[in-house]
């Protein structure tokens, strides 16, 4: 152990306090030792740092910091050195804010398009949001702090997801919903891990020995730190044997004490708490060296800059009719819709950014040499109709040559800790549109959100232009992509279907009261709609740009593929071409294609570049559940390169070697797997792939409630006072959002409605204990007065006990 010394100077209780946060946001310090606490924040797209008494879900302010573009946003670019840059940035503003661990980027799959977090994750590929986050890690950690990349793993829903239990087959598991993680512990070098706040197959994934030792400590040989999500600790001890060093944030010394008596009793040795300790001090000691030399402010104006070009190269053109756009010399535009007025440039929840600037479109068309001959919102941001706000609209869009009309979700109907209830824009967006095509059909449309929405509307725009949620100067990088001083050149990271029903997960999605059945196994996104033959609306890797490009001369070989693009149009642009993959092999289930490599290249107009995009270790692979390992199949592999997954410009087939390994399946026991069509996949057939009975998914009403039961589920308790309490916040979430206060309203659904009972005890900084949580709970299950008696009893004991230390 690299810190052994210091360690055999620690009392026992010291290195327990390590294992729990001294606060809400910084570690444990022994100043006799010389270690220090460590300053975490959120911060996947800006820092979010505030003070140390603050709470997490966002009622207060952060320091003002860059809101740069989410991650969703961020992958559109397709540009891992914009990715790195990105990231070094974000380490500059920690260090100028004295932050050692940045809580990001998340790496979780977009399994399915109303997880209300999907704007913080980058991809629905695991290649793709791999390598994305392994530049962004590379870029924070070499100014010397840490990056957390989270959430580990299979979190990819809101809603119960502090108790839900995913289940997931190992195949799945591996290239799909873990191929990013490895990704960014083996190139990105991560130094820290979050884990989710779910249980995975049965086990809390802190406590998950399967991913937490086998595959992250053992197969990718991680020497980091796991931290927890926030109150996402369930048995403490369970997750120190797993090796999740850090839990979050403090219990006021509660869990420190589980800690000490396990090893007192032998629960565990002690050579377990000390090797956690070492891999700990190694995060506290190497992330606050950026602290010990010379620093400068960071310059706002120049991040601010840093952060319009990021959102420029992200911005996806996805119709351009008639070549709308780009807006030609002269032409008067009408400015309609709320979000032109006021920006919406990032998610909410957790990773709320406070912007050092913020551009409004409004303010930006003086620069952007676009001819504005007015501005009128439309439509209510919140979705309650106005026929008046719609008239006025109309009435200036009749004047105008080009009508942009700035449409999207609101902020409270992206965050997290919720789901969306639906793919669709609000419809007072669609009325409002509906009745400016009477008036002036050349419309632009300019969509603001974080994730993939319906679009049955499309037909009545000749132009539409998606800036997904491009952080604080966006509005000024979508004017600079419709003047044409920008070509754009970002494509979409995730499909975007023609209706919800069309995505593989939407009949398993989110789950029923206890599980979230993962039954489409590998099919999500377009693995799913390429193999079962099923039209969208807009395909994986999909975007225009002011020109155009030429595929040609297609060479492969053992070690990659070679090819010349060329810029047939008339102005300078960038194309991001794609390589994938498909096995002709029948004897494994596989998706017909599959992201296997990008690269993003500049082209000046009429010039040819030679392309060459490597093979790497995760091309061919595929993980066999009989022997537990990545094998190789042996086969004709098609390799294709394009300009999107349904836009394959150039083909060819190479002969692979194989490992040889056993064929996992029975073909005729997995039909739905083999053929792709996995929307409706019976309890057996799952049952056969994921090797087990598929657990009970429903709440047992019978039982009294306990630890992990839900806050939501005193609707069924036995205490009357519970079932009261119950429907008061129930009430309470229904009146909020009728007068109007939806982000009060969510907070209740985040931080309280889903909340598991330890939740109390774990996210209160010890102003609720477990043995005070025996008390709530025995109220809960219907003995009021003993339980009030309990809680009063050990809420006495606990001021006791901190008055003798004090």
Known sequence: MKYKEIIAQMTLEEKASLMSGKDFWQTQDIERLGIQSIFLADGPHGIRKQAVAADKLGLNEGVPATCYPTAATVANSWNVELGETVGEYLGEEAIAQKVSVLLGPGVNMKRNPLCGRNFEYFSEDPYLAGKMAAAYIRGIQSQGISACVKHFAVNNQEKRRMSIDAIVDERTLREIYLTAFEIAVKEGKTKAIMSSYNKLNGTYTNENLHIMQDILRGEWGYKGVVITDWGGSNDRVAGLLAGNELEMPTTAGETDREIVQAIRSGKIPEEVLDENVNRLLELIFTSGEAFRRPHLEFNVEYHHRMSQKVAEESIVLLKNEGNILPLKFGKKVAVIGDFAENARFQGAGSSIVNPTILDHTLDCFEQSGIVSIGYEPGFERYGKKDRKKIEKACALAAQADVVLLYIGLDEVTEADGLDRQSMGIPENQIEL???????????????????????????????????????????????????????????????????????????????????????????????????????????????????????????????????????????????????????????????????????????????????????????????????????????????????????????????VAGTAAPAPYDKAKLPSYYSGRITDVGTAEFENLIGRKVPVSTWDRSKPLGYNDTIEQCQYAQGAFARLAYHAIVFAYWFLRKIGKRSTANLIMMSVYHMPFRGIARMTGGVVNMPMLDGILLIVNGHFFKGLAHYLRERKRKLKRRKTKS
């Open 433 to 655: 549109l509906d009745a400016l095509h009477q008036v002036n059909p050349n419309i632009v449309a300019i969509l603001s959100c974080g994730s993939a929405v319906e679009m049955p509307w499309i037909g009545k725009v000749k132009g539409l232009l998606h800036g997904y949620l491009g952080g604080q100067a966006g509005a000024r990088a979508i004017l600079r992509v419709l003047s044409g001083d920008v070509n754009p050149s970002g494509k979409l990271a995730e499909t975007y279907p023609l209706r919800y029903e069309d995505t593989p997960s939407s009949r398993y999605f989110p789950g029923n009261e206890t599980t979230a059945e993962y039954r489409e196994a590998v099919y999500i996104g377009y693995r799913y709609y390429d193999t079962a033959d099923v039209d969208v609306l807009f395909p994986f890797g999909y975007g225009l740009s002011y020109t155009t490009f030429e595929y040609s001369d297609l060479q492969v070989d053992k070690a990659g593929v070679t090819f010349k693009l060329t810029n047939t149009g008339a102005v300078a642009g960038m194309e991001v071409a794609q390589l994938y993959i498909g096995c002709s092999s029948g004897e494994i289930f596989r998706p017909r294609k599959e992201l296997k490599g990008f690269v993003k290249v500049f082209i000046n107009a009429g010039e040819s570049k030679t392309v060459y995009i490597p093979f790497d270790d995760k091309t061919f692979r595929y993980f066999n559940v009989k022997t537990n390992g990545w094998e190789i199949e042996e086969a004709d592999y098609t390799i294709m390169v394009g300009a999107s997954s349904a836009d394959i410009r150039l083909t060819d087939t190479l002969f």
